[in-house]
């Protein structure tokens, strides 16, 4: 019984700094500036591809069948 009891415990010791050392990293990447900036590059990348598929659309280089 005891040795069950200390296996869950490691268990939920060890779940519990791998969500503390995950929340750790995310907030030091934020403070960084470093997620936001990486964020804002996939979103203008997107942006600008989806542009370029709207004006192929409207060019006509490109039909929807």
Do not use: A, P, W
Request: charged residues 30%.
């Amino acid at each position: 019984m005891d040795e069950q009891f200390n296996l869950q415990n490691k268990y939920l010791y060890n779940k519990y700094l791998h969500k503390l050392t995950k929340t750790v990293f995310l907030k030091s990447e934020i403070i960084s500036g470093q997620y936001i900036t990486e964020l804002e590059q996939k979103r203008n990348k997107l942006r600008m591809i989806k542009e370029g598929m709207m004006q192929e659309l409207l060019t006509g280089r490109i039909r929807l069948v």
